[in-house]
Structures are given as structure tokens and as C-alpha cells.
């Protein structure tokens, strides 16, 4: 697992909202709570308003002033119907600051500082300093709840803590229950999480009223496991964990595309990268994965999907899960319940959703 990361400048944070939020106010409600916009990751931003002639003329609104404090590398969200009707940007920084910012003109409606960030001498190699809150966070609009997850420290450095918060969307305060501290509560069959080595990059997931959060390795480093974590939104204490390779000695099968949790409205999917030390044998690397709520994986072939050269992959590092799954149905198809994958190893595999076929070709 390894990725160049780039980061949002400022300037271009403000431009990208600016051009937002000047599409979305022309047009009705349209709220944008996660990555890519839906479940699927496709990735679609439909609206009637932004023809062909409407783009050509975008320019950034100069009255629009989004300026904030630490680098932006989780998407800005936008939602509609906040304090006093207003439209709000929502941002998340590497400084653990999160903004909800007026998408008309920039200015701050509110404003959450999570805690410290941790600075990178404090973690295993990470790519840049400090880390704060780098997945993309979602909102439940139900319950008007922005989820995220912080790398805080409360001493400075010497303790590093994974925590998985819930804020109000429309006062950043946080909801009662929360935060769930990630490394004194997760644990599957022996493995346990260590915060400290943990980097947590793909983007949040909601699935019934289960929030999922991925974790991977900060470069390769260190003794990490890829984990799928669970918490029920209304229940923060009933948390659930997954983690690949957990044979002994093994480690790595890390989730880290920023696309993170997929979704066809009932499970969970992931894809994860490659793993170290597994004698050969797959240990959850290399793999697009289905989930039960929870999450709970199966282990049944119909329930994963690695290919054949899943081994090779591992050897070279060419991770099956640089890029989270694409959710795509066609009616007219058989199968017509796909996923697309696609990895470093420079190739796009097309898959049956249904039936996922364990270590085999597409």
C-alpha cells in the first residue's frame, strides 16, 4: 500500500466551493452528505441548472471568502437547511478543525476544533504533518449528524488516539455517546488496534444506521491491518470490527482508497490491498469484500473476490485496493448487479455483485 497524496491549497478550496455552491443556490435542494455523492461512488452530481453553456461560463465568485485553518484533503460536503435556511460547506482539516461555512459567501457559521493533531514523528512514517481528520466524513440527515474520524493526542504526543466522532451538523457540538475511542474498543480474533500505526484515509460509509470506517497503514509501515470497523449510530457503544491477515505473523490487507465504503443499500463493500508474511495462503488482501451488517464477513467465495494473481500483486505491491468499488447496475445486463475494481497492477476488473466468486478470474 502506497499512494502519492496531494492536498487541497486553500485557494483552491475556496474556488471548488464557490463553483458549488454558485450551481446548487440556482437550483433546488440538493444535498451532497458523502463521497462522490451516493452509495455507489459513482461520483454523479445531476442538476437541470449546469448545461453546457452554464459551464462554460463558471467563474469563481470573488465575493465568496471559504478561508480556513489546515490542509483539506477529506471531500467538502454541502448541506441544504441550515441555521437560519442557510446552505452550508462542510470541511474537515488536517488540523482537526471542522467548518461549516455559509456556501453563499464563505463566512464561518460554525466552527469544532476535535483536539491536538498528531504530528508525524508521533506516527509510523506518515506522508505529511499533522494528521488530523483526512477520510471524508458523512452526514446522516435524519439525525443532522456529521460523522468523522480525528487522530488526536492528549499529551503531546505520547498517546495517539483513533476517535470516531459525532457532531450536530447545524452547531458542530458533540452528540451525547460520542466520541468512540477506536484503539480501547476494537479488537477481532486477537488482533488488536494500534492506533499509532493506523492511518485512516478512505471515505466514511452509512449503511442502515451503521456507520463504517476504514483503516490502513501509513506507507507500508509498520505491523498495520486493514480494518473495517462498525458503529451503530444510535448505539455508539455496540461496535464491530474486521481485520484482514490475521494469520500469525501476517499483517497488511489494508483499506486506504479514498473512496472507502460502498454500498448497494443493504452491505457493505471494501476493497483492500495487499498483505505481508501469509505463507501464501489469502488472508483478506488483494480482494473486493461484501459484508453483513455489522460488519460480519462470511468467509464463502460468493461473499469476496481476488484474483487469480492476487500473490503477484502482493510481491510487487500492486494493490487491488489503490481505489475503493464502483457500485454499477444494468438492468438490461446478465449479471446486472456489477462492481468495478480497479488497482494499481493497471487493470479494471468487472464483477457480479451477487455472486462474487472467491479467488478467481472476472
Not at 125 to 143: E, H, M, Q, R, Y
Not at 204 to 210: A, D, E, K, S, Y
Request: charged share 10%; net charge negative.
Amino acid at each position: 500500500m502506497y499512494s502519492r497524496t496531494r492536498f487541497y491549497s486553500l485557494v483552491i478550496f475556496a474556488w471548488c466551493v464557490a463553483v458549488l455552491s454558485a450551481i446548487h443556490t440556482t437550483n433546488a435542494q440538493v444535498n451532497v452528505t458523502q463521497f462522490h455523492n451516493h452509495d455507489s461512488r459513482d461520483g454523479l452530481y445531476v442538476d437541470s441548472a449546469f448545461t453546457h453553456s452554464a459551464a462554460a461560463n463558471l467563474a469563481r465568485d470573488l465575493n465568496f471568502d471559504g478561508t480556513i485553518s489546515g490542509s483539506v484533503y477529506a471531500q467538502p460536503l454541502y448541506i441544504e437547511g441550515g441555521p437560519g435556511g442557510k446552505a452550508m460547506v462542510i470541511a474537515a482539516t488536517e488540523s482537526n478543525n471542522v467548518y461549516a461555512l455559509d456556501a453563499v459567501d464563505g463566512s464561518v457559521i460554525w466552527q469544532r476544533n476535535v483536539g491536538p493533531p498528531v504530528s508525524a514523528g508521533d506516527l509510523c512514517n506518515p506522508k505529511f504533518d499533522p494528521v488530523g481528520i483526512t477520510g471524508t466524513p458523512v452526514v446522516d440527515l435524519a439525525s443532522r449528524a456529521l460523522f468523522l474520524n480525528a487522530v488526536t493526542t492528549p499529551d503531546g504526543g505520547q498517546t495517539v488516539k483513533h476517535l470516531i466522532l459525532s457532531l450536530n451538523v447545524d452547531t458542530g457540538d458533540i452528540n451525547p455517546g460520542w466520541p468512540v475511542d477506536v484503539g480501547t474498543t476494537v479488537s477481532y480474533n486477537g488482533i488488536t488496534f494500534t492506533p499509532e500505526i493506523q492511518q485512516q484515509r478512505p471515505a466514511l460509509g452509512i449503511v442502515g444506521n451503521i456507520l463504517y470506517v476504514g483503516y490502513g497503514s501509513m506507507r507500508d509501515s509498520c505491523t498495520y491491518h486493514g480494518w473495517l470497523v462498525g458503529v451503530p449510530i444510535d448505539n455508539p457503544a455496540g461496535v464491530t470490527a474486521w481485520a484482514a491477515a490475521i494469520a500469525p505473523g501476517a499483517h497488511g490487507g489494508a483499506i486506504w482508497g479514498v473512496g472507502g465504503i460502498a454500498s448497494d443499500g443493504n452491505n457493505p463493500f471494501v476493497a483492500t490491498g495487499n498483505t505481508i508474511q501469509t505463507g501464501g495462503s489469502w488472508d483478506g488482501g488483494e480482494a473486493v469484500v461484501r459484508f453483513q451488517p455489522g460488519p460480519i464477513f462470511s468467509g464463502n467465495p460468493s461473499d469476496y473476490w481476488a484474483p487469480t494473481n492476487w500473490l503477484d500483486l502482493d510481491t510487487i505491491d500492486a494493490d487491488l485496493g489503490a481505489s475503493g468499488p464502483l457500485l454499477v447496475d444494468m438492468p438490461a445486463a446478465t449479471p446486472s448487479h456489477l462492481i468495478v475494481a480497479m488497482g494499481k497492477g493497471g487493470k479494471a476488473y468487472l464483477i457480479d455483485r451477487d455472486n462474487l466468486g472467491g479467488i478467481a478470474a472476472p
